[in-house]
């Protein structure tokens, strides 16, 4: 069982930045993928980055590219550097955990690609 910590989230301008992390339990494997995704009120859970573990590689929605960056260090945490933030951008924001990245690049949007969630944080964004 993995457990997922988040934080980072606030209340900011529009224009700001903000940085979320999520750090895991334990060492994460080569295969993992770690993914956010957000939840704006009244609306479903849309996909906004998933890096793959191993490479680094990450894949972006295109309402973030360009403003959002995911890393992650080398052990256990992943981060979401969210800059030029817009009102359009509040809304809860989980991480989540995949032991097996998918190599289809599209796939790693899918929500049933990720075993683990955490409990998600608040980002908003005041105009």
């Known amino acids: 069982q993995v457990q997922l910590v988040e934080s980072g989230g606030g209340s900011v301008q529009a224009g700001d930045s903000l940085r979320l992390s999520c750090a895991a339990s334990?060492?994460?494997?080569?295969?993992?993928?770690m993914g956010w995704f957000r939840q704006a009120p009244g609306k479903e859970r849309e996909f906004v980055v998933a890096?793959?573990?191993?490479?680094?590689?990450a894949s972006y929605a295109d309402s973030v590219k360009g403003r959002f960056i995911a890393s992650r260090d080398g052990k256990n945490t992943a981060y979401l550097q969210m800059n030029s933030l817009t009102p359009e951008d509040t809304a809860v924001y989980y991480c989540?955990?995949?032991?097996?990245?998918?190599?289809?690049?599209?796939?790693?949007?899918?929500?049933?690609?990720?075993?683990?969630w955490g409990q998600g944080t608040q980002v908003t964004v005041s105009s």
């Open positions: 334990g060492r994460l494997a080569s295969t993992t993928v």
């Open positions: 989540a955990l995949g032991l097996n990245t998918p190599a289809d690049v599209n796939r790693l949007r899918t929500e049933s690609e990720y075993d683990f």
């Open positions: 890096i793959r573990w191993s490479s680094n590689f």
